[in-house]
């Protein structure tokens, strides 16, 4: 067969296999992921999807990734104030004053004059709701002294919760070199404010409210997350936007008895970044089932001891427990191991012990248990009583 002959009967066989193959379906290959899951998030830079009480993660994408989290920063100030509220550092009902530097803040604001008072929890709601920043600077000084002091209470407190990709610089999320964070972190900060601090929900799920109310500098607070106006279940929680971080936002949703986090940064437009923070959303709702296996308070164990009063006590679990797993499937065998020092009773109802649990032998969960009445040490006579009590009832 000449040469030309041969290239004419190469291309007929070529073009034979390509026509075959074309009324193939080819299936794709499988990498782990469902073609929903793939397609969550195409437009932001790094997103992550949480269930926060067992802070499994749902979906990801560059998660790890340090960028600028913008005014997603004011999370970590308002778990702040809301602990220095709870140690009594400050009181909601205080008036809190202006410095000059809080008052030259750049960027969204309520416009502070300098020496200006405002009470605390007005100020709160300037930073939940609408994301001032002289309001973060204000709480800065009053809690930790000094912007800077501040500013390392943020980062020690990033560190206690696991957030490994976090450095603040601070306390507004205006652009300053080295400020930067993950998206998983800022999902597990969301996550331990809303199981630490759920009241503050309460105010980041405000749409709109007013400051100066009843003075002729009155000023409107709209919030900057339209979710909490727009969709049902949505309560925070913080959004972010700086040319350098692109459009940021670490929500939270509660329907159906389950609550789920997503992240979004470094979104092209505020459109592109609710529409994937809601696909995320979504997906988690119509796809996964929170499965409670202990509440918090729940009685663990019940003992008998004559030297306490009361005699008998409960062991109670401090935190919920659960589970999370994909509508339809079924929970598998769980086993727990407690270790309850019962020799060195607290008399103030702190930690008494731990209890592990374990889902299809993982460990998923090590808990703190305690002890839920007040328990004091018994008097010799009520010792004495108790005891000769369980004697007659023997000897009947």
């Given at each position: 067969?000449?040469t030309k002959?041969?290239?004419?009967f190469s291309?007929?066989?070529?073009?034979l296999i390509?026509?075959?193959?074309s009324?193939?379906?080819?299936?794709a290959?499988?990498?782990?992921?469902?073609e929903?899951?793939?397609?969550l998030?195409t437009?932001g830079?790094?997103?992550?999807?949480?269930?926060p009480?067992?802070?499994a993660?749902i979906?990801?994408?560059?998660?790890d990734?340090r960028r600028?989290?913008?005014?997603?920063?004011?999370?970590?100030?308002?778990?702040?104030i809301?602990e220095a509220?709870?140690?009594g550092?400050?009181?909601?009902?205080d008036?809190l004053?202006a410095?000059?530097?809080?008052s030259?803040?750049?960027g969204?604001?309520i416009y502070?004059?300098?020496?200006?008072?405002m009470?605390a929890?007005d100020?709160?709601?300037s930073i939940?709701i609408?994301?001032?920043?002289?309001s973060s600077v204000?709480?800065a000084?009053?809690?930790?002294?000094?912007?800077?002091n501040f500013?390392?209470?943020?980062n020690n407190?990033?560190k206690?919760i696991?957030c490994?990709?976090?450095?603040?610089?601070?306390?507004?999320?205006?652009?300053?070199?080295g400020?930067l964070?993950t998206?998983?972190d800022?999902?597990l900060m969301?996550?331990?404010l809303?199981?630490?601090?759920p009241?503050i929900l309460?105010y980041?799920?405000i749409?709109?409210?007013?400051v100066?109310e009843?003075?002729?500098k009155?000023f409107?607070?709209?919030?900057?997350?339209?979710?909490?106006?727009?969709?049902?279940?949505v309560d925070?929680?913080k959004?972010g936007?700086t040319?350098?971080?692109?459009?940021?936002?670490?929500?939270t949703?509660?329907?159906?008895n389950?609550?789920?986090?997503?992240?979004v940064m470094?979104g092209?437009s505020?459109k592109?970044r609710?529409q994937?923070i809601m696909?995320?959303?979504?997906?988690?709702?119509g796809?996964?089932?929170v499965?409670n296996?202990y509440?918090?308070d729940?009685?663990i164990?019940?003992?008998?001891d004559v030297s306490?009063?009361?005699?008998k006590?409960?062991?109670?679990?401090?935190?919920?427990?659960n589970?999370?797993?994909?509508?339809g499937d079924k929970?598998?065998k769980?086993?727990?191991?407690?270790?309850?020092?019962y020799?060195n009773l607290?008399?103030?109802?702190k930690k008494?012990?731990?209890?592990k649990?374990y889902?299809?032998?993982?460990?998923i969960?090590?808990?703190d248990?305690?002890?839920?009445?007040?328990l004091r040490?018994?008097?010799?006579f009520?010792?004495?009583?108790?005891?000769?009590?369980?004697?007659?009832?023997?000897?009947k």
């Open positions: 067969m000449n002959i041969t290239r004419i291309a007929i066989l070529v073009g390509f026509a075959i193959f009324f193939i379906d080819i299936p290959q499988d990498n782990g992921a469902g929903e899951e793939a397609q998030v437009d830079k790094s997103a992550i999807l949480i269930e009480t067992t802070f993660v979906y990801e994408k560059n998660a990734d600028h989290p913008a005014s997603m920063t004011k999370i970590m100030t308002m778990i702040l809301m509220v709870k140690k550092v400050i009181s909601f009902d008036t004053y410095s000059e530097y809080a030259s803040m750049g969204t604001n502070l004059e300098p020496g200006e008072g009470k929890e100020l709160f709601k939940a609408n994301s001032a920043n002289d204000v709480f000084e009053a809690i930790g002294g000094s912007v800077g500013v390392r209470m943020m407190k990033a206690e696991g490994v990709g976090t450095t603040f610089k601070n306390p507004h999320g205006l652009p300053e070199a400020h964070s998206a998983r800022m999902a969301g996550a331990y809303v199981n630490n601090h009241e309460e980041t799920k749409y709109e409210d007013y100066r009843d003075t002729d009155r409107w607070l709209v919030n900057t997350n339209k979710l909490v106006r727009f969709v049902e279940g925070g929680i959004t936007w040319n350098e971080a692109g459009y940021c936002l670490t929500a949703i509660c329907r159906d389950k609550r789920f986090i997503a992240v470094g092209s505020a592109t609710n994937e696909q995320m959303l979504n997906y988690a709702l796809t996964y089932d499965h296996i509440k918090k729940q009685v164990a019940t003992y008998e306490v009063y009361p005699a006590y409960n062991v109670i679990i401090t935190e919920d427990v589970v999370l797993l994909k509508k929970l598998k769980i086993t727990v191991e407690k270790n309850i020092d020799k607290p008399y103030d109802n008494v012990g731990t209890m649990i889902y299809d032998g993982e460990l969960k090590e808990a248990l305690a002890v839920k009445e007040e040490k018994a008097g010799y009520k010792v004495f009583w108790e005891v000769l009590k369980e004697i007659l009832l023997v000897s």
